[in-house]
C-alpha cells in the first residue's frame, strides 16, 4: 500500500511504485472545498488529482468538513477510483485551521 503522502504520492511516484509492487495507492491530500466547485482547480496537476488507466486501485484522499462539499468532490472522480479516503489523521496546523483532519476527531 502505497499511504498518501505530501509531494510523495503523485501519480508518476505511484505508478513507480507500481512497478515494485505496490498493489494499492492514495492520491496527496486533496482539498474538497475548491476541487468540488472549481474546474481550473480539479485540472491542475498540483491540486492532488491525475491518474491513467494502470492507476487502479487508486484511492482519492480528500481533506474538508462539510458532508456535502466532501460528497460533490468525490462524485467528480468518482468514476476514477475506486475508493473514497476522508482526512481524519492529519495533526498539521494548517489541519487544524482549516477544520478538518485530527481536528474533526
Do not use: K
Request: hydrophobic share 40%.
Amino acid at each position: 500500500v502505497l499511504a498518501p503522502m505530501v509531494g510523495g504520492s503523485e501519480l508518476p511516484f505511484r505508478m513507480l511504485a507500481r512497478r515494485y509492487g505496490a498493489q494499492l495507492c492514495y492520491t496527496p491530500m486533496i482539498y474538497s472545498g475548491p476541487f468540488a466547485t472549481d474546474e481550473a482547480y480539479r485540472a491542475s496537476a498540483e491540486n492532488g488529482f491525475q491518474t491513467c488507466p494502470e492507476d487502479r486501485p487508486l484511492v482519492a484522499h480528500f481533506c474538508g468538513n462539510d458532508p456535502e462539499t466532501l460528497l460533490a468532490a468525490a462524485r467528480h472522480v468518482a468514476e476514477s477510483v475506486d475508493a473514497i479516503d476522508l482526512n481524519l489523521g492529519c495533526p498539521q496546523r494548517v489541519a487544524h485551521a482549516g477544520h478538518f483532519g485530527s481536528y474533526l476527531l
